[in-house]
């Protein structure tokens, strides 16, 4: 039986499974790139734990704004919708392999609202 997510450390391994997915994919690869070329990978990952942290286990670690930074992005790396379905596919498959229980749950509807805000955001959503 699968356990639940319940510590930083769970939330990491599934970030770290996640990356790992994306940046396997040529199709996401293009929005790491500078990430992977500055060796700041690990950096990212740690944010992104932070940022999923506070979501699940209520704590302040993630300070910045998680949809300006990607509006911005989206100036230089234009994303489309077919990336929000491989972030999402991705994720919910690193969550599901190993986790499972309530805040597994929660983090997989999260997931799917922040795809949505940012699809309507990026005017990709239909």
């Known amino acids: 039986m699968k356990q639940d997510i319940s510590s930083r450390r769970d939330i990491h391994f ?3 499974a996640f990356y790992k997915k994306l940046v396997a994919d040529k199709n996401m690869l293009p929005f790491f790139e500078a990430i992977i070329e500055e060796n ?3 950096e ?3 944010t992104i734990t932070n940022f ?3 979501i699940l286990l209520h704590t302040s670690s993630y300070s910045s704004n998680v949809m300006q930074k990607h509006l911005d992005f989206n100036k230089k790396n234009v994303f489309k919708k077919e990336h929000f ?3 999402l596919s991705y994720l919910k498959t690193s969550i599901d392999d190993t986790f499972d229980g309530q805040n597994a749950q929660n983090m997989k509807d999260r997931a799917a609202s922040i795809a949505m805000v940012m699809q309507v955001k990026l005017q990709h959503y239909d």
């Open 14 to 16: 599934i970030i770290t």
């Open 40 to 42: 700041h990978l690990k």
């Open 44 to 46: 990212h990952i740690e």
């Open 52 to 54: 999923w942290q506070d």
């Open 85 to 87: 379905t491989a972030w």
